[in-house]
DNA sequence: CTGTTAGCGCGTTCAT
DNA sequence: ATGAACGCGCTAACAG
């Protein structure tokens, strides 16, 4: 069917792209007036058998395509939606996209996609950038103050937040229950014996840390003491804290996150220091790779592009009427595996010694 | 200045929002026409002071921002670029579309993104419908046939590729030096010693593929025997397919890509076998994570971020005329990091004993 | 320097 | 069932 009009275009020549065709050119192909040309296109109205093939014919012939800006103009809308994410490199935020994407391609929506480089005071203007292009935006874990989140919310047509809840706005979310999931974490610590584990903390402006912390006021105690350690978001930041975690005299590391916890196993790794044996370490979100190093990382597991797919679902149940504040709670669930076992009195001994090359 | 705007609509209610303010509420707002309006923004033709600040207030107060596709109707083109990667779960694809969407928002552009999930039956379909919103696609190894990209070619109005040169068809490409990259590891491993490698292939269907199987017929021989065995391009297909690498009695597996030797990698964990010493492995592109396994991933580096860029530039460079075939090569370098050495009597022994469990 | 007019490509009314 | 005419929001012509 396309065959016939790309390859006729193709047989032109070498470089000339002709300018693509109107309704206008279909119309007059067709011997039809462009209403019709319409109404066959868009079967909003009926259309003889026999006009209806002429047209047909005539837009496999020239390849026709309706112009998606002048039906944006008249519809109002531009079936797409935006996503804003602080980076794609991490595995999470493109998983994330990855579900937004497939859901939307699903339902015939485009796309668009922009990254603010981790930087906090460049979603707002991001947002606000694609919000023109697209009906609506689906934010990613926001960096952003409430206050910004708030007021931006009111200039953005329709706006889901992923792993940002927020009390006072009622803007529709999806996000993880980082509370349930850092209990787990802890209670498993706890259960193994350990009594002092190292916190590798996410960036402070993410609600998802804040969360964390919610999470780790009510678990911390007598029975388990939680260092807190500065870190990051990236594999990097958890590659740098792994010293202090090792100087902190936790028995166990629980990262931020995987992407996090992976850059600490390294260092781990580099100084020598064996996992679980000497130390024990915990990721969040359970990415891909995480089954894949050695040993293999206990964590909590969020189906990310799951996540995309429940932020697209709010992005459409949001459109019919001013019908917000819905929110998504997913929950995670705890996969211990290689890198948490009992803590060893032998582990701080071993580990002055492997301090020394 | 957004502040006004913004929250003067903020205050009108719950969940009350106001249709976006077009150029002649403005006006109106002003006292103007919309033409003077249109002037002071675009900056087109000369303003008296005393008019454009009264323009500059409504707008603020308004929050006017002029749609676009009211402006991309009348310009005839959309400041959008699509792109069309096979998954966006496989870190190297999302590294190249940061790469484009940095560059294209530097350059005011938005980018629009399609996830094709690996099947090359959906590639042509994703880029012609992602063309119709944007006024060009930069297309990510493309798994298509040679033919049919020749005639996608002609149907999109500026088509990039990534990671697939095209001798018949002009089509502007940026893509790594398989062949040098493969000889380099070629090169490394016959250094070590190894005489026969096990190479975990990719797709069929990728152009790289057969890059990377013109290299192997060239450094193949009869002092490096190389194994072919089917693999894939995800680190699941490198997991499935390490024990197969590892009957065939090979000293060293040379993977596709770092991420499905990540996925061979865990298999020797899980198996016993241990890198380097009983067999080496080398990966390609050096992802972020080959950095933070253990042993750490002999690979090939490739910038895939500026792969993005470079895809961009080309982009852009085919806009101005219908200049076409300009091809960027990428020279990849190779990075011997731990989990190669040379083979050991021992490794094929042991091996043995490793199987029974 | 400014306002008025026309038209980008399409879908939808209103007539026929 | 079909065609003619209008207008979506904007800017580039053309007047004044």
Redesign the pocket.
Known sequence: MWCNAAMGRAQTGTGARP?????????REA?????????V??G?????????QRVRAAVARLG????????G????TTSAVGVVVPDLSNPYFAEVLKGVTNAAQHADFRTLVADTGEKAGAERDAALELSRWADGIVLCSPRMSQWELTELASAVPRLVCVNRRSRGSRIPAVAVDFEAGVASICRHLRELGHRRVAYLRGPSRAWSERARQRALRTAGGPDLEIVQIPCGSSSVDGHRAADVALASGATAVMAFSDYVALGALARFDELGVAVPEEISLTGFDDIALSRLVSPRLTTVTVDKQDLGRRAWQLFIDSGADGRTGSTVEVMPELVVRGSTAAPTAAGSIEREIVHER
């Open positions: 300018p693509r065709a109107t309704i206008i050119d279909v119309a011997g039809v007036s462009p209403a019709t040309v319409s109404r296109l868009t909003s109205k009926p259309v003889s058998a026999e006009p209806e026709y395509r309706p112009n998606p800006a002048a039906q103009l008249l519809r109002g």
